[in-house]
Nanobody, 123 residues
């Protein structure tokens, strides 16, 4: 079992930066692929970024355009999403997710989810 708790979401101005974190419980978390998804009001949940179990492999959604960076610290059982050059369209609830398999972009592929953290980008 893996439990995930996100933190760090807040109101930020467009063009600003924000770091959201995901704290995981469970001794085997280091073997899981982790990812960030987001869901804006009235929209489906979408993939943002993923990192494989070793941390050597990452994958980003096209809309990230080099602005975000996902990292993991398995000693601390955390996964972090650093977001720069934020835009109002980045406003969403950001969710952390984990799966035993490789990085995938479908929500159905992830077994474990956090409750989400709200990120609001003002124009």
């Amino acid at each position: 079992q893996v439990q995930l708790v996100e933190s760090g979401g807040r109101l930020v101005e467009a063009g600003g930066s924000l770091r959201v974190s995901c704290a995981a419980s469970g001794r085997t978390f280091a073997r899981y692929t982790a990812a960030w998804f987001r869901q804006a009001p009235g929209k489906e949940r979408e993939f943002v970024a993923g990192i494989n179990w070793s941390g050597a492999g990452t994958y980003y959604a096209d809309f990230v355009e080099g602005r975000f960076s996902i990292t993991r610290d398995d000693a601390e059982n955390t996964v972090t999403l650093q977001m720069n050059s934020l835009k109002p369209e980045d406003t969403a609830v950001y969710y952390c997710a984990a799966t035993w398999g490789g990085i995938r972009t479908s929500t159905n592929a992830y077994e474990y989810w956090g409750q989400g953290t709200q990120v609001t980008v003002s124009s």
